[in-house]
């Protein structure tokens, strides 16, 4: 006699949960097994990737910054998750069930990515300039990584943000040359990933501020591909890294702390 065939009752919306669910039900502590899950629900089925941070993942679960920070910290020690150039988080293979395929995001070249993070930021108005590709061809030239190039676009926007809000002119970055000093400051600096975790969280926090303030002058926020800003808190405080010129306001009258 054949075996009764299972039925779903909702035909979408599910995850392959194996193996590798049980492994880290046993392993991991409550709080990472919970944002490694989320993680699992909310990342690309195709790549096992997800560009939403993962504070949102705490909010979701109605947990504070404070809570997902070590949860993050080992799922990141453990290997289950990395941080790949472009700023996605991306769960490993030995805990990804699927097999992954090519996608858009994969494709993109170089020139593509920057300049999908060049026109994501609010505090941004330009059209991608045939002089903005061949400074990104350069960059890449020069062997400027993604991760660094991004990391200086979430200072340097941290710190226009900043500068407007004090009372700066409204002007909006129009090229990606703007960044280019900042790509040399963090060739320059060492600091560890959740620092930069921070600065991109700090940003997204002083952009939600300056997009809220009366008398912005500016368009309302778009993301390159048209999305929704998904807009998150601060993570915590962070080292204050000295000898990084401001570029507005003075190092002292700039800092990453909330």
Not at 87 to 109: I, N, T
Request: hydrophobic share 40%.
């Amino acid at each position: 006699m054949s075996e009764t065939r299972l039925v779903l009752k909702q035909s979408t919306g599910w995850f392959a949960a194996g193996g590798q669910f049980l492994e880290a039900l046993v392993q991991f502590s409550d709080a990472a097994f919970k944002l490694y899950v989320w993680l699992c629900l909310h990342a690309d089925r195709h790549t096992g990737r997800m560009q939403s941070d993962p504070v949102a993942g705490g909010a979701a679960l109605q947990q504070p910054a404070s809570w997902v920070e070590p949860a993050l910290q080992e799922l990141l020690e453990r290997g289950v998750c990395r941080w790949t150039k472009a700023g996605e988080l991306e769960v490993a293979d030995r805990y990804w069930p699927y097999e992954r395929q090519s996608s858009r995001d994969e494709s993109r070249d170089y020139v593509g990515e920057v300049r999908r993070m060049l026109l994501s930021p609010a505090c941004v108005r330009c059209s991608f300039t045939p002089a903005d590709e061949r400074l990104s061809r350069d960059l890449d030239q020069r062997g400027i990584s993604l991760q660094q190039l991004q990391r200086a676009i979430w200072l340097g926007c941290a710190r226009k943000y900043m500068a407007m809000l004090n009372g700066q002119p409204q002007m909006p970055i129009s090229s990606l040359r703007y960044f280019i000093g900042l790509v040399e400051e963090v060739q320059q600096v060492e600091a560890s990933e959740s620092y930069w975790q921070h600065v991109r969280s700090k940003a997204n926090q002083l952009e939600r501020q300056w997009l809220k303030r009366d008398g912005c002058s500016l368009a309302a926020p778009r993301r390159a591909n048209g999305a929704p800003f998904r807009w998150t808190g601060g993570t915590g405080t962070a080292p204050h890294i000295t000898g990084m010129a401001d570029h507005f306001t003075g190092i002292n009258d700039f800092r990453l702390d909330n």
